[in-house]
């Protein structure tokens, strides 16, 4: 551990931040008679004094950032706006609050998002639903160019925060424009099904699982508007379709899913990440990779640097995350019944139709999920074997919008792959950091993916754990030296860290991918004289009989 700063700040951090987020839960009495509407009244006062404990916990242990107090804001305020009752009077609110929120974390800089928003919404309506989405993807990325390079222009460069916003704004618009367009595609190839066809799949029965669109989706200017600014996911996410904000307005789901309880379990871990990052990143600080004094340390200690970096960034974005989520979930959107099989920015993926037609007696008493608006599989995160399954769980709804977006609709095969991560990429910023960080998954892919399948697949017991572990050890070792390149951000910081380690890592892959070939290919070689042998001993078990 190193001595700068000193390892009793972390004590003291995580013993204020942990008393604050741990507070003890306060047993405040509640009423146990027969249902009534004051005894539910005053029972659903007691939740929201137990999440405002919680939200109070937050903001002690991150009272200087202005998009957890945002953030905070919108759980209060989603109880409140999830009960206006008139559709119209709850998005034109839901878009003020937003646009409030855009102005008090960005000032002047508010314009940038709020142009941007209603120049991709413009483009969207006034061209052809043929071209919509080609049209808002570059107009909206190349905007994103500009705020990002605005110095260049004699303009001001806008906050971290402001920048947040941004892309999200970026996906929204971006997003829905390829909802319009792919809808519009998969009803028209709907309609030209001839009848032999529809009796085929009728006579099939309901499959396991839906299209990707049942519905033309065209809204009007106005609730692009709304679904731009409205303040849920607004900030930091989760990203979330269309359908799903329509929905939201006019299926009954969030009238009937416990908000409060689900809101309530997605925060209570959110105090034990911030106290977690705050005592990480003092302990280890990420300049000091750029120090003399981290040169002069033993080349193990450099090699596992990044692993505390990578835990603190971890924690950051878990509390973001989750905090986000909780927005959702205070306000019930993204709320539907399990049965839809729901996953996250998609939202049902089996009998939405049968959904959309729930009778408000069957809302009440099914059970839900905010599955739709999940960011982060924590546990998943943490102990997921391979690189490939981490990267499913890692920012879902991010990951959905690019696979969605760019990965699915991109018109050469070959390239899928790199115009997904080349997209991504710029998303994220400029910066080399996340070059190195984004587009050296493919590479550890390749090797990784051949191991996997030569020893851990068929693999069971004992020996399944420790391969399993092996491959976990060197996954997470992987994205921790590529989460040190996505913090560093800068070439130059960058190649000052890596040097430091003699660029150890890239070697350690190339030896891994040129053994795992050779393997590989002694695998094939002997699995043909295996089948041999088996298909020789069969012939003469027959031939003795």
């Not at 939200?55 to 009272?63: G, P």
């Not at 003699?502 to 002997?526: D, E, M, P, S």
Request: aromatic residues 16%; contains cysteine.
């Amino acid at each position: 551990m190193c001595n700068y700063p000193h390892t009793d700040i972390m004590i003291k951090i995580l013993k204020k931040a942990w008393l604050l987020s741990c507070t003890k839960k306060k047993n405040y009495p509640r009423l146990q008679s027969p249902a009534s509407t004051a005894t539910k009244d005053y029972n659903k006062f007691i939740d929201g004094v137990e999440i405002a404990d919680r939200l109070w916990a937050l903001y002690c242990v991150n009272r200087k950032s202005p998009i957890s107090g945002t953030e905070s804001l919108g759980v209060i305020i989603g109880p409140y706006y999830r009960n206006i009752s008139t559709i119209r009077t709850k998005k034109w609110v839901g878009s003020i609050v937003g646009l409030s929120l855009i102005t008090i974390v960005s000032g002047y800089s508010a314009i940038h998002p709020i142009l941007s928003a209603f120049l991709g919404i413009t483009a969207i309506k006034l061209a052809t639903i043929r071209y919509c989405h080609i049209v808002s993807f570059f107009l909206m990325f190349g905007y994103l160019f500009f705020f990002r390079l605005a110095d260049r222009f004699g303009l001001p460069l806008s906050s971290g925060q402001t920048n947040l916003i941004e892309m999200i704004i970026v996906l929204r618009v971006v997003g829905v424009a390829f909802e319009i367009n792919g809808s519009w595609i998969a009803v028209g190839k709907a309609k030209k099904q001839d009848h032999e066809d529809k009796n085929e799949t009728d006579s099939k029965g309901v499959t396991d699982r839906d299209d990707e669109f049942l519905e033309l989706i065209n809204p009007s200017f106005t609730d692009l508007f709304h679904y731009s600014f409205n303040y849920v996911g607004l900030l930091t996410g989760p990203y979330y379709r269309y359908r799903t904000f329509d929905d939201y307005f006019h299926l009954p789901f969030s009238k009937y899913v416990d908000c409060t309880g689900f809101t309530i379990n997605t925060l209570k871990i959110v105090p034990l990440y911030v106290s977690l990052y705050l005592a990480l990143s003092n302990v280890w600080p990420l300049e000091y990779v750029l120090s003399e004094d981290h040169n002069n340390r033993s080349f193990l200690y450099r090699m596992l640097y990044p692993w505390a970096l990578f835990a603190a960034f971890r924690q950051r974005i878990y509390s973001g995350m989750t905090l986000a989520e909780s927005v959702c979930t205070s306000a019930g959107l993204g709320a539907y019944p399990v049965q839809g099989r729901n996953r996250t920015g998609h939202g049902p993926t089996a009998g939405y139709l049968s959904l959309k037609k729930m009778s408000e007696e069957e809302a009440k008493v099914t059970q839900y999920d905010f599955n739709t608006v999940e960011s982060m599989d924590v546990w998943g995160c943490e102990t997921v074997v391979t690189l490939r399954d981490s990267m499913k769980v890692w920012n879902k709804a991010v990951q959905y919008w690019v696979a969605m977006v760019v990965y699915k609709r991109f018109p050469v095969k070959a390239l899928k792959i790199h115009a997904a991560l080349f997209v991504s990429v710029i998303w994220h910023g400029f910066h080399a950091g996340y070059f190195f960080c984004i587009y050296f998954c493919p590479f550890y892919l390749m090797a990784e993916d051949i191991y996997y399948k030569l020893y851990y697949k068929d693999a069971t017991g004992m020996k399944k754990k420790i391969i399993g572990f092996i491959m976990w050890f060197l996954r997470s070792h992987s994205e921790s030296y590529q989460a040190a390149a996505f913090l560093l951000l800068t070439f130059d910081r960058i190649w000052i860290y890596y040097s430091s380690v003699y660029h150890y890592w890239y070697g350690v892959w190339l030896a891994f991918l040129i053994l795992g070939l050779i393997l590989n290919h002694i695998h094939k070689l002997r699995r043909p004289k295996i089948f041999l042998n088996d298909n020789q001993n069969m012939r003469e078990t027959e031939n003795k009989k």
